[in-house]
């Protein structure tokens, strides 16, 4: 199995909503990551979970709060967000780190 | 940022010809990835190159890797409408568990 499953595949959230985005995986990867892209953008990376402990934020703002709960299983909680928070969100996870990524096809997020 | 740069932003080719894309990046790497994005979709991982090697083959691509003028470039031979897709290079930095992806060659080949 070389999947790696993000649910659901489309969200639309109000402002004051309060949602969680999931990813799965059964690879036994040990490294799991959360990407977020705007259209014609480049992936722009959030967080990064090594052996289950959170070990990359890039300064992301509180009302993502992401959550790694087994080595299989990667969450984000999402809470008050913005229009601008509104993209594509990309689960991918790698054996450990700097390897081959796969990536999950994404949650595609509209905040209103 | 630590972003890498691609160069050219958009491609347009007709099938049969050859589609050669540029990253330049800024910090030292362990290795130099490659990946495909079709319009909205999931990113597939096409190849992978350490900071060891010069130069990389698989199937219709060809990877290279000049780590003294922090560039890479993806060759793609005898280019397919299929192979229309945005296409990103990203760095994995030693001592860190970032993968970070440069701004990403949109190709269109047209048949």
């Known amino acids: 199995d070389t999947e790696v499953t993000q649910t659901p595949k489309h969200l639309v959230m109000g402002m004051t909503n309060k949602k969680s985005l999931k990813c799965e995986q059964h690879m036994g990867h040990r490294a799991m990551y959360w990407y977020k892209q705007k259209a014609k953008k480049p992936p722009e990376l959030m967080f990064v979970y090594s052996y289950e402990k959170l070990s990359i934020n890039e300064s992301v703002p509180s009302r993502f709060s992401p959550e790694c709960p087994n080595s299989s299983l990667l969450n984000l909680h999402l809470h008050a967000l913005q229009p601008e928070d509104s993209a594509l969100y990309l689960c991918a996870s790698s054996q450990v780190r700097g390897t081959e990524a796969f990536f999950g096809q994404g949650t595609r997020l509209t905040v209103v | 940022s630590q972003q890498g740069e691609e160069d050219p932003q958009a491609l347009s080719i007709q099938e049969g010809e050859n589609a050669t894309m540029n990253c330049s990046y800024k910090t030292s790497i362990n290795n130099l990835q490659w990946y495909r994005q079709n319009s909205g979709r999931g990113l597939v991982h096409l190849i992978l190159?350490?900071?060891?090697?010069r130069e990389k083959h698989s199937g219709r691509l060809r990877v290279t890797l000049d780590t003294s003028k922090k560039s890479s470039s993806l060759l793609i031979t005898a280019s397919r409408a299929a192979d229309t897709a945005s296409y990103f290079c990203?760095?994995?930095?030693?001592?860190?568990?970032?993968?970070?992806f440069g701004t990403g060659t949109r190709l269109q080949v047209f048949p």
């Open positions: 990203a760095t994995a930095a030693p001592n860190t568990d970032k993968l970070i």
């Open positions: 190159i350490r900071s060891n090697e």
